[in-house]
């Protein structure tokens, strides 16, 4: 990608995270929710500072998906069925316009769902950072979101802008709940805890709470994500082809 493709995806990009901030529903939904669902519900049942270091992991996790879910699945869902999406894919620029620049406008807002989870367990939890292993962990939230970013991208070409909120509302508070970002994995229901192991949320989670408590971390934890990785790309590239092939050939 050439100086000038990139500035434009740049450019594309901002128009986006503009577009976004004068949507109080997005903002609050993305942004702003994880925060007070954190203050709520997960601050009071913090038993001590590793009990509150993890949650505040969790509901990092949980922001980061409802970021990288809403905006990529339900935001592609509904440019597709536009006369502006078509027209933003002819014209000419760099392959991947649309959704490259959409990635960077959801990493801002998952910047600032992480942010805002981060001063809820200090102003409200009295959490002590200094222990964090800041590059570890924030290494682990920006990678660990990928397979969650093509599955949001995934969904977002192959659901109808009218299915794509009651589909994407499913998937999110499925992953959320199943995967032991709202409460620990072991009060999870007898079922839900044998099927939780292997959802990507829970994946997810396990790295990120084996760094705020400086466990060691399971190798098959990281691979079972790149592996959901791998997955999820390759079905996106193969939904984008399909369209490429029908809408613009």
Known sequence: MSAKDFMLVLRHAAYLTIENLRQPMYVISTVIFPSLFFWFFGIPNAPDQDGLAMLTMSFS???????????????????????????????????GLHISSRVLSGFVFAILSVVGVFATAHF???????SFNWSQTLLILALGSIPFSCFGLL?????????????????YLTLSFAGGLWMPPDILPKLVQKISIYLPSRL????????????????????????YSVGFFVLLCVALAREEDKSFR
Not at 77 to 95: C, F, M, N, Q
Not at 124 to 130: A, P, V
């Open 61 to 95: 996790a949980f922001g980061v998906l409802s970021v990288v879910l809403f905006q990529f699945g339900i935001g592609i869902a509904t440019d597709r069925e536009s006369t502006w999406y078509s027209y933003i894919r002819v014209l000419p620029g760099p392959k």
């Open 124 to 130: 409200f939890g009295s959490l002590e950072f200094k």
């Open 155 to 171: 969904l977002g070409m192959v659901v109808s802008g009218r299915s794509a909120t009651p589909v994407l509302n499913l998937v």
């Open 204 to 227: 997810y989670g396990e790295l990120l709470w084996a760094s705020v408590l400086k466990r060691p971390m399971d190798s098959a934890h990281a691979y079972g994500l790149i592996a």
